[in-house]
């Protein structure tokens, strides 16, 4: 016979909440992070992160990390007919970022954001990049 619905939710959110709670989070705050160049977008992500008050500490030196940021990004200014026509001079930009503990080569944190139309360019995707990682940072687990 089977169990009524509630009762095997009941018992996989507990299992769940267990499972987080034993795994911590997969970045703790304070952790040291090298960031791997990108051609130039690496600036941006040092910035972002500390715009955004990410709890990380950025270091120069790969040997003192805990944890390997690294990605790639994109940038295509506005094409003459959309300067002409739409009078719009805003960017598309992407990025995407993985953060990699560096000790179990477990990959900690990825994630890719695609902004159209942007004004700020890097500036932009780069803050999401942050934003996003210090959210996964702050949850609850």
Request: with cysteine.
């Given at each position: 016979?089977?169990?009524?619905?509630?009762?095997?939710?009941?018992?996989?959110?507990?299992?769940s909440?267990?499972?987080?709670?034993s795994?911590?989070?997969?970045?703790?705050?304070?952790?040291?992070?090298?960031?791997?160049?990108?051609?130039?977008?690496?600036?941006?992500?040092?910035?972002?992160?500390?715009?955004?008050?990410?709890?990380?500490?950025?270091?120069?030196?790969?040997?003192?990390?805990?944890?390997?940021?690294?990605?790639?990004?994109?940038?295509?200014?506005?094409?003459?007919?959309?300067?002409?026509?739409?009078?719009?001079?805003?960017?598309?930009?992407?990025?995407s970022?993985?953060?990699?503990?560096?000790?179990?080569?477990?990959?900690?944190?990825?994630?890719?954001?695609?902004?159209?139309?942007?004004?700020?360019?890097?500036?932009?995707?780069?803050?999401?990049c942050?934003?996003?990682?210090?959210?996964?940072m702050?949850?609850?687990?």
């Amino acid at each position: 016979m089977l169990k009524p619905l509630p009762t095997i939710v009941a018992v996989l959110l507990a299992a769940s909440t267990l499972l987080a709670q034993s795994t911590g989070p997969k970045i703790p705050s304070g952790a040291k992070v090298y960031i791997e160049p990108m051609d130039g977008f690496e600036a941006y992500l040092a910035a972002a992160l500390q715009k955004k008050q990410v709890p990380v500490v950025v270091v120069a030196d790969k040997a003192a990390a805990d944890f390997d940021m690294s990605g790639t990004s994109g940038h295509q200014k506005a094409g003459w007919a959309k300067t002409i026509f739409l009078g719009d001079v805003h960017s598309n930009d992407e990025a995407s970022i993985t953060v990699t503990n560096i000790k179990t080569s477990e990959i900690a944190f990825a994630y890719a954001v695609d902004k159209k139309s942007t004004l700020h360019g890097q500036q932009t995707v780069a803050e999401a990049c942050a934003k996003h990682l210090k959210h996964m940072m702050e949850e609850k687990h």
